[in-house]
């Protein structure tokens, strides 16, 4: 069973948005989700670890944390929600450097494209979605599948 972290996974994706703004990198709804699930998973294959409390769901353009998706939704700003990850006085080292890759390596992305790639065959998404075991919308995808597909197709890249 993996630890997790004491945030909230909008205190996730606040991080993640602020980091694009120091790299200049544009964002919405859709790429914060699709950024915060890179996140989730390198932190699963990586150290055993959950960056937040909630679960990401399958939703019909890839997997979304619904409390993230509600707050923009309503016309927030994410960045704006808390600085509590930048703030955090514990070792965060190892989320603050998944944060860091994920924007290296995703960052430069479209949400399409980033969504296009949550969607591929054998990805968690699509094994919850399309899989034998196909589920309906709003599905959690089970942090088994997410940790195995970033182990094998993120981190061993």
Request: hydrophobic fraction near 40%; include cysteine; charge should be positive.
């Given at each position: 069973?993996?630890?997790?972290?004491?945030?909230?996974?909008?205190?996730?994706?606040?991080?993640?948005?602020?980091?694009?703004?120091?790299?200049?990198?544009?964002?919405?709804?859709?790429?914060?989700?699709?950024?915060?699930?890179?996140?989730?998973?390198?932190?699963?294959?990586?150290?055993?670890?959950?960056?937040c409390d909630e679960y990401p769901r399958a939703w019909t353009y890839g997997p979304v944390f619904p409390k993230v998706f509600k707050w923009i939704y309503k016309g927030r700003e994410i960045a704006d929600y808390s600085a509590t990850v930048e703030q955090n006085q514990e070792d965060l080292t190892a989320l603050?450097?998944?944060?860091?890759?994920?924007?290296?390596?995703?960052?430069?992305?479209?949400?399409?494209?980033?969504?296009?790639?949550?969607?591929?065959?054998?990805?968690?998404?699509?094994?919850?979605?399309?899989?034998?075991?196909?589920?309906?919308?709003?599905?959690?995808?089970?942090?088994?599948?997410?940790?195995?597909?970033?182990?094998?197709?993120?981190?061993?890249?």
């Amino acid at each position: 069973m993996s630890d997790t972290l004491p945030f909230d996974s909008r205190d996730i994706a606040a991080y993640i948005a602020q980091q694009c703004r120091k790299k200049d990198i544009g964002y919405n709804n859709t790429k914060i989700q699709k950024l915060l699930y890179c996140v989730y998973g390198v932190m699963l294959a990586w150290k055993d670890v959950r960056v937040c409390d909630e679960y990401p769901r399958a939703w019909t353009y890839g997997p979304v944390f619904p409390k993230v998706f509600k707050w923009i939704y309503k016309g927030r700003e994410i960045a704006d929600y808390s600085a509590t990850v930048e703030q955090n006085q514990e070792d965060l080292t190892a989320l603050k450097t998944a944060v860091r890759r994920v924007i290296e390596v995703f960052g430069p992305l479209s949400a399409s494209s980033l969504s296009g790639w949550t969607h591929q065959d054998g990805s968690p998404w699509w094994k919850v979605m399309k899989g034998e075991e196909a589920a309906s919308w709003n599905s959690f995808i089970p942090d088994d599948y997410i940790k195995t597909y970033f182990k094998e197709r993120v981190l061993a890249k």
